[in-house]
């Protein structure tokens, strides 16, 4: 952690003068401990016998002096500095070029081993204040050095080196080579410091800004996760639990930390992952023993390895959502229940006056029945006509009564296998004997079975047929009744359509036709077709309308078949 700070310390800065302060400091330490060591060392080794060329110690303790003295001060003043600190940076790099370069001077001129120190100060500022900050040093020191070794060139050299293992330049070429050697060597590196420390500040800024932009997402994230009144929860490869939000913990009762860390099914075993394209509604107990009813659904949820060593991600890491329905499906039933009321209460009325002219004729026929032969209906022809008034007007009354109660109180579902032309046959029979007459062909094959309640399966053909009869009345064609296996929601279903080739129906008929007492003809209720869908859909099924104007009509009816079960 030490090492981290420490090297975090040493990265270039951002535009910020607690930073640039904080590299400041730093430089002065190492300043401090550079020159520290390179002259303890080597006066050790100059004590065991390595011959060196190094000042006497009373030059040393000074220039050590100097240096200690001079950076103490300049870090007092840099913790009382508020301004320019660029400026100050740059002139305690020009320092370290001149303490070098005496350094540099006392230990043998152009032979002395301290020369490479001179890129110590050129590095840091490049680092520190980047380009123009490692050029100034770089001229600096290449200056420094060059008086140095021109001090030379003249003779100017300390007294000690007589005493030393210090040879006097003879070859002033290789002097020359040697400035402009360290000269170049000397600029390159400031031109790759600066050039490293811009590279540096710019993925600096990358990365802080995309650290910027993931905290921001992490934190949208969190409350997202936490404030959505969905359930969420995410399972691992195992189906171990491994984040559950605060709404499952309501809707449950489980609190995160009792399920984080658990498998699925040991804490919320109704749930089963089945590859279901459609939401599941389950019957599920919460700790505590309370059923409710719960919607859910998932899917797969691409995440890396936990194991920063594992290659593969996770591949069957899952996402559940989860609401508890209980009061929808409370609120639904009494909307079901109102609605039906009213449509009750608009039947009621409808049947109040449908009931008119029926009563009006059977009471006016009794009435002529009752005048005992001082009226018109003295002759067996005129009672006749008379007794079938009042026979087939009960008969519509009869017919409208049972419409009622079969919309108003439907009977429960009671399903079983059975042959689909047979009951189809059936329904025409029944067609046929009531007086309907109408070309109805059957293309069913004689082996399809069906499942479902037989008597109100025959109740909706015998909707379908009467009213695909009554639209090719005046022989404007026949109706067909066909009969296939389909499939419909990913489920095996069973297909009855029944084709008419009347003139079609419009938009507006079409879109209204299953609505109770909707009807487009005078003696109808408008009940038929709405009996016929509300038994359908009691059945878990479906109907489809294929009809333009003038080109007939086509009514599916899809009744799901059983799953299969292992």
Not at 123 to 152: D, H, N
Not at 256 to 271: M, Y
Not at 312 to 323: R, Y
Not at 446 to 457: F, I, L, S, Y
Request: glycine fraction near 8%; charge should be neutral; include cysteine.
């Amino acid at each position: 952690m030490t090492v981290c700070r420490f090297l975090h310390s040493l990265s270039p800065v951002a535009d910020s003068d607690d930073q640039l302060r904080r590299h400041i400091l730093w430089l002065l330490l190492i300043r401090v401990i550079l020159f520290t060591l390179l002259i303890g060392i080597t006066a050790l080794l100059q004590s065991m016998g390595l011959a060196v060329i190094l000042p006497p110690p009373v030059i040393i303790l000074a220039l050590l002096s100097v240096i200690y003295i001079y950076s103490i001060g300049s870090a007092a003043i840099l913790q009382k500095k508020q301004g320019h600190l660029r400026r100050f940076g740059l002139l305690q790099l020009l320092s370290d070029t001149v303490f070098t370069a005496m350094l540099v001077y006392g230990t043998g001129c152009s032979q002395s081993i301290f020369t490479p120190v001179f890129i110590f100060p050129i590095v840091a500022g490049g680092l520190i204040l980047y380009r123009i900050g490692g050029l100034i040093p770089a001229a600096a020191a290449t200056i420094l050095y060059g008086l140095v070794l021109l001090a030379e060139f003249f003779g100017l050299v300390p007294a000690f080196f007589h005493h030393s293992p210090y040879v006097p330049v003879v070859n002033h070429l290789r002097t020359t080579n040697l400035f402009a050697v360290y000269g170049l060597t000397f600029f390159v590196i400031a031109l790759i410091s600066g050039m490293l420390a811009q590279r540096l500040r710019t993925t600096e800024e990358a990365l802080q800004r995309t650290a910027l932009e993931f905290d921001r997402l992490s934190l949208l994230y969190k409350q997202i996760f936490d404030d959505i009144t969905t359930g969420i929860i995410t399972i691992d490869d195992h189906n171990r639990i491994t984040s559950f939000n605060r709404a499952a913990a309501r809707i449950t009762g489980y609190p995160p930390g009792e399920v984080v860390g658990r498998r699925l099914q040991s804490c919320l075993p109704e749930i089963v992952l089945e590859e279901k394209q459609h939401r599941q509604v389950i019957d599920l107990e919460k700790k505590g023993g309370k059923m409710i009813r719960v919607g859910y659904s998932f899917s797969r949820l691409n995440m890396p390895a936990e194991d920063p060593a594992d290659q593969e991600p996770c591949s069957n890491c899952k996402v559940i959502t989860l609401q508890d329905i209980s009061k929808i499906e409370k609120m639904e039933q009494k909307l079901r229940e109102r609605e039906k009321m009213a449509a009750i209460g608009e039947l009621s009325a409808s049947i109040a006056h449908d009931f008119r002219n029926p009563l009006a004729a059977i009471s006016g026929s009794a009435q002529v029945l009752a005048l005992d032969g001082s009226g018109p209906a003295d002759s067996a022809g005129t009672r006749q006509t008379l007794t079938e008034i009042i026979l087939r007007e009960s008969d519509r009354m009869a017919k409208i009564i049972n419409n009622f109660l079969q919309f108003a109180r439907p009977a429960p579902v009671q399903n079983e296998w059975f042959n689909l032309r047979r009951l189809v046959m059936e329904a025409i029979t029944s067609l046929q004997q009531g007086g309907t007459e109408c070309a109805i062909e059957v293309e069913i094959s004689e082996t399809m079975d069906c499942w479902g309640d037989r008597q109100q399966v025959q109740t909706v053909v015998m909707h379908l047929l009467t009213n695909a009869c009554q639209a090719v009345e005046g022989g404007q064609g026949g109706v067909t009744v066909r009969g296939a296996e389909d499939r419909w929601q990913e489920r095996n279903v069973s297909r009855i359509d029944v084709v008419d080739q009347g003139p079609g129906l419009g938009p507006e008929v079409k879109k209204r036709m299953f609505e109770p007492f909707f009807t487009t003809r005078e003696s109808g209720t408008g009940l038929g077709l709405a009996i016929v869908r509300q038994i359908v859909e009691h059945h878990g099924g479906t109907i489809r309308v294929d009809s333009e104007p003038g080109h007939g009509c086509v009514i599916s009816i899809l009744l799901p078949l059983p799953q299969p079960t292992d």
